[in-house]
């Protein structure tokens, strides 16, 4: 059997920072440590008046294509995933393939390119479509890039203004990947639901509260799901699993659910028993009500246990340390959690070769999926060869006057010069408009 999966990744952050507890908390009149404690959020990534998607998207498939050698006969496909598309019918994928082609000799004319939208799953979505291309032998060899990237605006003054993010991830999947394999075996959990949604608008509609509520509950759903493939999961089971984090605070909520569900029955949940009680069943409940108030309990006790916060600290922390520094990402979420928690790794000095991770993946509107992936012998080279700190650490800060102009800038409602806060170099850069209304863009050396 071919083995499948993520060969390489490259990330591209928004050049930009807004520091939340110091800059935006005291503007909005709002305690510091409802972003860091609550929020878990410290920084978030935006774009600077030349970046958006497109460019953010090629940036980084330039790094990996740089970084692994490839020419563009190299790949036979590339799928682009994103929420915040600026066009109804020609695919961010042409753009970006077009700005890839004004650096590289070759041209991308045999690839097959589309663009992937369900919320924040689309990105897993693309890795699944490249995955099912490549087993089911029509890629020639080839390898597929998938772009994740996505500015996450919110209207101003909307509850998720503090969760707004820009960044792409670029992946590179292929036969015997150098990073991490896939499992053939998934979980899904998907429904139609009201939670967060555009209809035909730039920024979302948002049910914040209900949004939280509808993320859990479909990646339970996905969770059994996935046990009804491959058996059931148990904490220990997995060196990490990276979730999708709208913000870490989320990750925290879908963290405690699912270490109750996998100890269920299993020597934890025996362990734990003297301390908290076992678990509540809902057969010894007369109303599902006292049920859930009984579940709330078991809950708020099951956080505070050293078992529970040991395998937090191990299974799930390293995975939010990116994302608390960059906010949002959308589709590119999930996938900059795994890179979190194998960037960790790497720095502890974590041997990762065979070990497993668990995926989760959500995207609104809804439906969350899960997946299994094995790390490979060769991931360490792969990870220590991701540019991420200098990247972050590069980024530059603006006031909350400059935010104000940032977001107005890449408003589509909007139309204003604004000067730009960075110097470009060695990037693709957003050069203004064609005549048929097309957006045009031009590397900068
Ligand atoms: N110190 C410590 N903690 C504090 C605090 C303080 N001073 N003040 C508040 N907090 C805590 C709150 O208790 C809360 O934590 P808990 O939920 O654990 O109780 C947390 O900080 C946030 O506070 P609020 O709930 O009061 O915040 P809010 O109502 O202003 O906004 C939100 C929260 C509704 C999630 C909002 O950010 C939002 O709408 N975000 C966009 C939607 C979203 O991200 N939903 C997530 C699921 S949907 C999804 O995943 C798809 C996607 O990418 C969008």
């Given at each position: 059997m071919t083995s499948v999966g993520i060969d390489a990744i490259e990330i591209r952050t928004g050049k930009l920072f807004l520091?939340?507890?110091?800059?935006?908390a005291p503007v909005k009149g709002e305690d510091p440590e409802k972003y860091?404690?609550?929020?878990?959020?410290?920084t978030s990534s935006f774009p600077d008046v030349y970046e958006d998607i497109v460019t953010m998207g090629a940036n980084a498939a330039k790094s990996l294509m740089d970084r692994k050698g490839l020419?563009?006969?190299?790949?036979g496909r590339i799928d682009v995933a994103t929420?915040?598309?600026?066009?109804?019918?020609?695919?961010?994928s042409t753009y970006i393939a077009g700005c890839l082609e004004q650096v590289y000799?070759?041209?991308?004319?045999?690839a097959n390119k589309g663009e992937r939208k369900f919320a924040c799953i689309a990105g897993t979505q693309s890795l699944d479509d490249a995955y099912n291309w490549i087993k089911a032998g029509r890629n020639r060899g080839r390898a597929a890039l998938v772009i994740a990237t996505d500015t996450a605006l919110y209207e101003r003054?909307?509850?998720?203004e503090a969760t707004q993010g820009a960044g792409a991830v670029a992946m590179l999947i292929d036969e015997?990947?150098?990073?991490v394999e896939l499992s053939t075996e998934q979980g899904y959990g998907s429904m139609d639901e009201t939670d967060f949604l555009k209809p035909n608008q730039q920024f979302p509609s948002v049910d914040g509260k209900r949004s939280m509520q509808v993320y859990l509950a479909r990646m339970r759903e996905a969770l059994e799901d996935y046990e009804s493939v491959a058996g059931r999961t148990h904490?220990?089971?997995?060196?990490y699993i990276p979730f999708h984090t709208p913000f870490p605070g989320m990750v925290r909520k879908a963290a405690l659910l699912g270490f109750r569900h996998m100890s269920r029955d299993t020597e934890i949940e025996d362990e734990l028993a003297d301390e908290i009680g076992r678990q509540p069943r809902?057969?010894?409940?007369?109303?599902w009500d006292d049920y859930e108030e009984a579940i709330r309990g078991y809950m708020d006790d099951l956080k505070t246990t050293e078992q529970y916060r040991d395998w937090y600290d191990r299974?799930?922390?390293?995975?939010?340390d990116i994302s608390s520094r960059?906010?949002?990402?959308?589709?590119?979420s999930v996938h900059i959690a795994r890179l979190s928690a194998l960037k960790i790794a790497a720095e502890e000095g974590?041997?990762?070769?065979g070990k497993k991770l668990l995926v989760g993946s959500y995207g609104s509107g809804a439906q969350a999926e899960i997946h299994a992936e094995t790390v490979q012998d060769t991931w360490l080279d792969e990870i220590d060869a991701v540019d991420v700190d200098s990247q972050l650490e590069d980024r530059t800060e603006i006031t909350f006057d400059d935010y104000e102009l940032i977001h107005d800038v890449h408003n589509h409602e909007k139309e204003i010069e604004v000067e730009e806060f960075t110097q470009p170099e060695g990037e693709f850069v957003f050069t203004g408009w064609g005549r048929m209304n097309e957006r045009r863009y031009e590397y900068v050396e």
């Open positions: 520091d939340l507890p110091n800059t935006f860091t404690k609550g929020l878990g959020l410290y020419e563009p006969e190299d790949i929420e915040s598309a600026f066009d109804n019918s020609k695919p961010v000799d070759g041209d991308f004319r045999h003054g909307d509850p998720g015997d990947p150098d990073l904490p220990a089971d997995f060196e809902e057969a010894d409940f007369e109303t299974v799930i922390d390293p995975t939010i960059v906010g949002n990402w959308y589709t590119g974590k041997e990762m070769a």
